[in-house]
Nanobody
Framework: QVQLVESGGGLVQAGGSLRLSCVAS????????MGWFRQAPGKEREFVAA????????YSADSVKGRFTASRDNAKNTVYLQMNSLKPEDTAVYYC????????????????????WGQGTQVTVSS
């Protein structure tokens, strides 16, 4: 059974930075695209950023482009989300997720393309 555990969330002032981590167990993630999503109160879960299995070509949503970057360390079975220049509108619960396919370089953004999810970590950005 796949388990994903996020950490690194917290309270930060606008303009600050955080790095989220997601450690996987029960699945070797080196062959999977890993994504990050977020959900704010009263809103739907939305795609934030992802990185394909090979580690190249991380991609992100327009709302965070140039500020957030996904990365991975396959040796540690861990993915990261570096978040810079944080804004109050970035406040949400952040989730990592694993793609359901192996060795795919397609840039999945829809939540239903991912079959394993973490429990989430809260990020709060104060103005």
């Amino acid at each position: 059974q796949v388990q994903l555990v996020e950490s690194g969330g917290g309270l930060v002032q606008a303009g600050g930075s955080l790095r989220l981590s997601c450690v996987a167990s029960g699945r070797t993630i080196s062959g999977y695209t890993m994504g990050w999503f977020r959900q704010a109160p009263g809103k739907e879960r939305e795609f934030v950023a992802a990185i394909v299995w090979s580690g190249g070509s991380p991609y992100s949503a327009d709302s965070v482009k140039g500020r957030f970057t996904a990365s991975r360390d396959n040796a540690k079975n861990t993915v990261y989300l570096q978040m810079n220049s944080l804004k109050p509108e970035d406040t949400a619960v952040y989730y990592c997720a694993s793609d359901r396919r192996t060795y795919s370089s397609a840039r999945y953004q829809a939540p239903d393309e991912y079959d394993a999810w973490g429990q989430g970590t809260q990020v709060t950005v104060s103005s």
